[in-house]
C-alpha cells in the first residue's frame, strides 16, 4: 500500500495544527510558519512520512501535510505522480523488466477540536511492469484504498497520528475479498524546538512479513535554506533558493503488497503461485527541483537511479531481484 508520496511522500509531511499567523516557504515548496513553537505560527508534523507509506508504500503520498484552514475549513489536497524505470536484468533467468509507477491521492482534513485534526482521502498506487523474458508474475501490482484517521494534541510537545487505509490490493485483472486488506498506522511525534522534532511510527499490515513494522526519523531545519528531513520512505536533503525553488537530494522506497488471482496459472520453480501474496519493494537514490510556479500549487521533477529492487514471495520462500537502472519521475501537488 501508500497514493503515497511519498510521499509522502517525499516531500511528505502529514499533520499539523495550525493557528492564525505568519507563514512562509518551506524546503519543500509547502507553505510553513518561521518559529512552529510560537502561538503566531503552524506546528509542522513531521509524522507526514507516515502517510506516506511508511515501510512499504505511500498510499497517502499527495500533499506535504494534512492541514486546516482558518475557521475549521475543510483543506482539500491534490497529488499525483508519474515514473519510469528503464530496462533492468531480472535474476534467475527471468528476463528483463522495465517499470512504470504512478499514483493519485486526495486528502482532506478539518479541525474537529482545539488539538484534534480529522482526516479522509483515497489513494490509487500502480506499478505495471514490461517483462521481456519468462517471469511467471502479472505484468501489473496495485492498491486502491480509502483514508481515516487523526491527528491529535497530546501535549504542547507530543502530538499522535492513527490512520486505516482499508482497500483492494491485488492486480488488474482480479478482485475480490481475497484482496481486501486494511493497513494502520500509529505514529507520535516530540518537538524538542523550532528546529529539531522526531518521531516513531508503527505500521501493522497482515499481507508484509514482518506484520508489525516500527520506523523512526527526524525532521531537522537549522537555517531557513537548509532542512534535513530524514524520515522513511522519502528521506532528503532539501535547499530553498528562493521562496519559489528549492532542491532536494536523497531516497526513496516505493513498494505495495498485493495478493494474486486463486486463478494465475504462473508457475515459479515448478511451484504455482496461485493466490500468493508478492511483497514488491524497489529504493531509488535521486535528486531533483520543486518549483512553486503558485499559490499552493508546485511541480517536481527528479532523477536518479533504482537502487535495489525485489519480488518477494512468502510462501514460496523465494525471492526475485533485479539489477540497477536509471529512473526519472514527475509529480504534481495542490493544496486548496
Known sequence: MSVASNQVSNTSNLGSFPQDGGSGVGSNGAIVASDPLEPGGEIEDPLAPVREQIGTTRSAFGPDRSQTGKNDEWSVELAAEYGYVWNASLTNGQGNVNEQSGIIGLLGSKRLDEGCVGIVGANWQLFTFGFDGPMPLPENLQGLNAIFGGDFEISPDWFMRIQVEPGIYGTWNYINWHNVNMPAVFAWTNILNAEFQWFIALRADIFQFFPVMPVPGIRWQ???????????????????????????????????????????????????????????????????????????????????????????????????????APYAQISLRGVF
Not at 301 to 321: C, H, K, Q, Y
Request: charged share 20%.
Open 222 to 324: 537549522p537555517t531557513k535554506e537548509w532542512l534535513f528531513n530524514l524520515s522513511a520512505p522519502k528521506p532528503t536533503i532539501n535547499y530553498a533558493v528562493d521562496e519559489e525553488v528549492n532542491l532536494f537530494a536523497g531516497g526513496e522506497i516505493l513498494g505495495v503488497t498485493a495478493r494474486l488471482p486463486s486463478d494465475d496459472s504462473g508457475v515459479y520453480e515448478n511451484r504455482s503461485l496461485a493466490g500468493t501474496l508478492v511483497n514488491y519493494f524497489e529504493a531509488r537514490a535521486g535528486a531533483g527541483v520543486n518549483w512553486s510556479f503558485t499559490e499552493g500549487v508546485s511541480l517536481q521533477g527528479e532523477a536518479g537511479a533504482m537502487v535495489w529492487r525485489t519480488f518477494d514471495l512468502p510462501r514460496l520462500n523465494e525471492s526475485i531481484r533485479s539489477t540497477m
